[in-house]
Each structure stands twice: as structure tokens, then as C-alpha cells.
């Protein structure tokens, strides 16, 4: 079956049962996590919510509780700006095997002054990569244990015109927030695909696959009273951006479609079919900075020092 046949094939509206499979999402108290979130617990499966806030987080389970009657949902404490805390975080899940984990948590500042995590990191990079870098090496054996684990990292279109800095990966010299930002999501995808090459290289059974969510709007967002509240109004005002932008619901199939399609391959890219804006998710060329593996080592060795690891497959085997 072509490529093609099988994105038509695909309905975002009718997943595959997941039942018996469990599933990490971090940052799924809101936004994309959320509606990934959503709609994996659809599905059957066990869908941990990776949260540092317990009510935003209750909130949440409550909001899937009342779309999704019998979700299986629970909530992980878990701060990935404290580096410190993750292997006791993964220890709290109580799981003999993780069939996936979504890397979506992200932190996104607009303004100045450039902030640093705990641990003295830039506060995006150190979140959005390095505490997802630290995460997988935790989560390593509970994946490796799934008969066919899944590590999907969530990227932004935004990453797409920036270029890694890695002689000031943290911004120290010259900060600008946007461009931090999308840095940030940058070393995030670019991690995603270095970590597949690593997976192959030592014939684990674990895919790392990375997916993005487009153009995704509040505005155009359903609500989910109190995880997310969007007034008749606003979603009027942004009906024209929708010719080009979708709703964070949408935004989360590429997402969805990287944790369950079985056809899915690591080292893949997928993100929404129009101009990778918005629509129905499929399957995109990954560009050639993303790809770079000399890059990718290159940043993969600063993260591991960052983050203090010497295990160069972060604990795959």
C-alpha cells in the first residue's frame, strides 16, 4: 500500500484500540498534550498525564473522564526543569512496561528577561530539550520492556527557520526569546532523530519518531471548560485563520498517528498535510538541518554533559 493509501486510510475519528497499552504524556494537562491525551485514552489504553501542577492536571483527568466514559487516566507529578527529580518521577509510575511516551511539555516565553531552571539552564532549553533528553534515559527499560515501544518528541513549524548555536546553545550571549524558543524545539527534533539512529545502531526494538502540531490556535480550539475556554467570539473572529491554521484538537493527530499507527517507522517526520499547517496528518520530508547527523552528535554530546549522563544510548540497549 502506498504512502498515500495509507494517510487516506488513516481516520483521526477512529483510532485503533489500545487496549492494554500504556502511554506517558508529558505536559498533558493542557494544550496539545491534552487532546493527545484525549484521544489516546479513547482508545483503551493507560494514559499518564506528565504534569507538574496537581489541579491543572485533576482538571484534566476530569475533562477526559467526561468525554471518554471508562478512560483510564492518571496523573505523574513531574517537573522536567528539575533534572534532579526525574528518576525518582519515572520510579512513581508503577508500570512494568511503557509502550510510549510523548515528549510534548514545553515551556514558551514571549519577553524578556532570559530565565534559567533550578539546575541553572535556560529555561526552554532546559526544559523543552534537556529535561526530555534526561526523561528518556529513565524511561529507557520501561519502554525497551513494551514489545514495541515508542518515543514520539513534539516539534514546532517554528524550528524550521532556526539554526542550532551550539557554541552558546543556552543563549547566554545573545538572547532573544522566539529565536530560544524555536531553538529549543529545534534541539528537540534534531534529538528525535539522533536518538533513532542510536536505537538502530544498538538493534533495540524501541522507534523514535517525531511528529508537529502545524499551526495550532487557541481561537480555534473546542472548548474543554476548565482545561480550555473558547468563547463563541473568538472562535468567530479567528473562523478566517482557519484556511490556514486548525485548533489545538487537530494539531494533536500527527501526534496520535506517531504513537499508534503501526505503519509508522522510526526516524520519521509527520505533521499535517496542508503545507504542514493544518489537516490530516502524513508523513514529511525531514529537512536536512533537522537531519544532519554531525549536528545531532554534536548537540547530543553537549546534552549529555549538561544533563551529567555517560551512557551514550541513554540506557538502550
Not at 489500545?18 to 508529558?26: C, E, I
Not at 534541539?187 to 536518538?195: D, S, Y
Not at 484538537?249 to 501526534?255: M, Q
Request: aromatic residues 6%; glycine residues 10%.
Amino acid at each position: 500500500m502506498s504512502s498515500a493509501s495509507r494517510s487516506r486510510s488513516w481516520d483521526v475519528h477512529r483510532l485503533p484500540s489500545a487496549q492494554g497499552r500504556s502511554f506517558l504524556v508529558t505536559g498533558g494537562n493542557a494544550g496539545i498534550g491534552y487532546f493527545a491525551a484525549e484521544q489516546l485514552a479513547a482508545t483503551g489504553a493507560v494514559v499518564v498525564l506528565g504534569s507538574r501542577d496537581g489541579v491543572k492536571a485533576g482538571a484534566a483527568m476530569a475533562s477526559i473522564r467526561a468525554r471518554v466514559p471508562g478512560a483510564q487516566v492518571r496523573h505523574l507529578p513531574l517537573d522536567l526543569a528539575d533534572l534532579a527529580s526525574l528518576r525518582t518521577a519515572v520510579d512513581r509510575l508503577d508500570l512494568d512496561r511503557l509502550d510510549a511516551v510523548v515528549h510534548n511539555a514545553g515551556v514558551a516565553l514571549d519577553d524578556p528577561p532570559r530565565r534559567e531552571t533550578g539546575d541553572g539552564h535556560e529555561l526552554m532549553f532546559g526544559t523543552n530539550h534537556l529535561g526530555h533528553f534526561a526523561l528518556t534515559q529513565w524511561l529507557a527499560p520501561l519502554l525497551s520492556a513494551a514489545p514495541a515501544g515508542r518515543v514520539v518528541t513534539v516539534g514546532s513549524f517554528a524550528a524550521r527557520s532556526e539554526r542550532l548555536d551550539l557554541d552558546d546553545p543556552q543563549s547566554t550571549r545573545d538572547y532573544r526569546p522566539k529565536r530560544t524558543y524555536g531553538r529549543s524545539k529545534l534541539a528537540q527534533m534534531c534529538f528525535g532523530f539522533e536518538l533513532d539512529r542510536r536505537l538502530r545502531a544498538v538493534g533495540s526494538t524501541v522507534l523514535s519518531v517525531v511528529a508537529h502540531p502545524g499551526g495550532a490556535l487557541d481561537s480555534l480550539t473546542p472548548s474543554r471548560p476548565p482545561v480550555c475556554v473558547t468563547t463563541p467570539g473568538e472562535r468567530l473572529r479567528a473562523v478566517p485563520a482557519g484556511v490556514l491554521v486548525q485548533g489545538k484538537d487537530a494539531g494533536a493527530w500527527p501526534v496520535v498517528r506517531a504513537v499508534l499507527d503501526p505503519e509508522v517507522l522510526g526516524g520519521q517526520l509527520w505533521g499535517p498535510r496542508v503545507f504542514g499547517l493544518r489537516g490530516l496528518p502524513r508523513r514529511e520530508p525531514v529537512p536536512s538541518h533537522m537531519a544532519d547527523p554531525a549536528v545531532a552528535a554534536r548537540l547530543w554530546a553537549v546534552s549529555a554533559e549538561l544533563v551529567g549522563t555517560g551512557d551514550p544510548n541513554l540506557g538502550f540497549r
